[in-house]
């Protein structure tokens, strides 16, 4: 018996993905639930288990292709045909497929079986016929590296060589690779030209000497994760002080609707985290009410389902403010850009050994670089100085955070 493989529900408002790889090829055999094709959305990656258990009967849609929820991703012969082989499904094709010696169709249909997209993209660009090409991946799939050793290979001289042409460009197909875009490197492109077309964007800096929470750290770090499991970082800090400015700055935790400002009297940190795929930002919730161990265990946990690609819709959606870290990859300064429709995002960066003046004398201090990028429809240039300030205040001063004051 026959059942369909379909897209399930992507969640809100999405309603199309793209096909990002299938676990297993056709005839091969599968049990319930096993997972066997992964399907991109612009926010998250989704694993599609087998409704049954059986083998693949027909794949009807490759790597790369487009799909929509309800599609039919391709077919499970459950039962009797769980233990069918791919070589026994090779040796029985469609009979329309027989009948063709050679055709545009199964042409393309053999060669998607056993081929990469990207590798089929450089074949059909440079006219390499792949089908006399010997595959070095999994299972005899033919590789990127296959095709363009194809190129690299020196021509038989059958005719005498063209005269070269005295001038133009060199011809720079077989060392260029077009891949196509990924839907979440899609989607932040039409975010980031969304907040700059939609939105008045200005940056403001301030300068904070991070000595007292590294000293804090140190001293407690090892209790602290021995009481709560997890290490006392500095992103818990920043998420606490961000909270204070925030109820001391409304404005910025707030948006615009049209004429109308929306004020949250909540505090959903949005924290900036590098996935698989790109960066995603996975919503802290009710920030405001979290301990630093709270904070630095949710932190963490999404950090780890963003690298393992877990992460759910729910926990990207929504976010009252946002917060970036391009310290971790050694950034001195930025301007970060805001995330739609918010009005206010941190930038965190390096810390970095600076002499600076204290009590009139030059001394080397931890100095953080840290950036407000704004909405100035909403907010105007004081309150995210003062804002920044704030932050400042609470980072320098980490006992006003643990007292409340």
């Given at each position: 018996m026959?059942?369909?493989?379909?897209?399930?529900?992507l969640?809100?408002?999405?309603?199309?993905?793209v096909?990002g790889?299938?676990?297993?090829?056709?005839?091969?055999?599968?049990?319930?639930?096993?997972?066997?094709v992964?399907?991109?959305?612009?926010?998250?990656?989704?694993?599609?288990?087998?409704?049954?258990?059986?083998?693949?009967?027909?794949?009807?849609?490759?790597?790369?292709?487009?799909?929509?929820?309800?599609?039919v991703?391709?077919?499970?012969?459950?039962?009797?045909?769980?233990?069918?082989?791919?070589?026994?499904?090779?040796?029985?094709?469609?009979?329309?497929?027989?009948?063709?010696?050679?055709?545009?169709?199964p042409?393309?249909?053999?060669?998607?079986?056993?081929?990469?997209?990207?590798a089929?993209?450089?074949?059909e660009?440079?006219?390499?016929?792949?089908?006399?090409?010997?595959?070095s991946?999994?299972?005899?799939?033919?590789?990127?590296?296959d095709?363009?050793?194809?190129?690299?290979?020196?021509?038989?001289?059958?005719?005498?060589?063209?005269?070269?042409?005295?001038s133009?460009?060199?011809?720079n197909?077989?060392?260029e690779?077009?891949?196509?875009?990924?839907?979440l490197?899609?989607?932040?492109a039409?975010?980031?030209?969304?907040?700059?077309?939609n939105?008045?964007?200005?940056?403001?800096?301030?300068?904070?000497?991070?000595?007292?929470?590294?000293?804090?750290?140190?001293?407690?770090?090892?209790?602290?994760q021995a009481?709560?499991?997890?290490?006392l970082?500095f992103?818990s800090?920043?998420?606490r002080?961000?909270?204070?400015?925030?109820?001391?700055?409304p404005?910025?935790?707030?948006?615009?609707?049209?004429?109308d400002?929306?004020?949250?009297?909540?505090y959903?940190?949005?924290?900036a985290?590098s996935?698989?795929r790109g960066?995603?930002?996975?919503?802290?919730?009710?920030?405001?009410?979290?301990s630093?161990?709270?904070l630095?265990?949710?932190?963490?946990?999404?950090g780890?389902?963003?690298?393992?690609?877990k992460?759910t819709?729910?926990?990207l959606?929504?976010?009252?403010?946002?917060?970036?870290?391009g310290?971790?990859?050694?950034?001195?300064?930025?301007t970060?850009?805001?995330?739609?429709?918010q009005?206010?995002?941190?930038?965190?960066h390096?810390?970095?050994?600076?002499?600076?003046a204290?009590d009139?004398q030059?001394?080397?201090?931890?100095?953080?670089?840290?950036?407000?990028?704004y909405d100035h429809?909403?907010?105007?240039?004081r309150?995210a100085?003062?804002?920044?300030?704030r932050?400042?205040?609470?980072?320098?001063?980490?006992e006003?955070?643990?007292?409340?004051?």
């Amino acid at each position: 018996m026959a059942v369909e493989l379909k897209v399930p529900p992507l969640g809100e408002s999405i309603t199309e993905a793209v096909v990002g790889k299938w676990n297993k090829k056709q005839g091969e055999s599968v049990t319930a639930d096993e997972p066997l094709v992964v399907l991109e959305t612009d926010k998250v990656t989704i694993d599609v288990p087998s409704p049954a258990a059986g083998s693949i009967a027909a794949i009807a849609f490759k790597e790369g292709d487009k799909v929509r929820v309800g599609d039919v991703l391709g077919t499970i012969e459950a039962g009797a045909g769980a233990g069918a082989s791919p070589a026994a499904a090779a040796a029985t094709p469609a009979p329309a497929q027989a009948a063709a010696p050679v055709s545009a169709a199964p042409a393309q249909a053999a060669s998607d079986a056993r081929i990469t997209p990207t590798a089929k993209k450089m074949a059909e660009e440079n006219r390499v016929d792949v089908g006399q090409l010997k595959g070095s991946g999994t299972g005899g799939r033919i590789m990127k590296e296959d095709v363009q050793g194809q190129l690299n290979r020196p021509a038989a001289p059958s005719t005498p060589p063209a005269p070269a042409a005295p001038s133009g460009p060199r011809p720079n197909a077989a060392r260029e690779e077009r891949v196509r875009m990924t839907p979440l490197r899609k989607r932040v492109a039409e975010r980031l030209l969304q907040a700059q077309s939609n939105a008045a964007l200005l940056t403001t800096f301030n300068e904070v000497d991070m000595g007292e929470v590294m000293a804090l750290r140190k001293k407690y770090n090892d209790k602290f994760q021995a009481k709560h499991g997890v290490k006392l970082g500095f992103m818990s800090f920043f998420i606490r002080a961000s909270v204070e400015a925030l109820k001391a700055f409304p404005q910025i935790n707030a948006e615009i609707d049209g004429e109308d400002v929306i004020f949250k009297h909540y505090y959903d940190i949005g924290v900036a985290v590098s996935g698989s795929r790109g960066l995603v930002v996975p919503v802290v919730r009710d920030a405001d009410k979290l301990s630093l161990a709270d904070l630095e265990k949710t932190v963490g946990d999404y950090g780890g389902r963003a690298r393992n690609d877990k992460l759910t819709m729910s926990d990207l959606t929504g976010g009252t403010f946002t917060i970036t870290n391009g310290g971790i990859f050694g950034s001195m300064l930025s301007t970060p850009i805001l995330n739609p429709p918010q009005t206010g995002i941190l930038g965190m960066h390096n810390i970095v050994d600076r002499p600076v003046a204290r009590d009139g004398q030059v001394v080397i201090r931890p100095i953080m670089y840290i950036a407000l990028t704004y909405d100035h429809r909403l907010v105007d240039g004081r309150e995210a100085v003062q804002f920044l300030v704030r932050v400042k205040e609470c980072i320098e001063d980490p006992e006003r955070l643990l007292l409340d004051i």
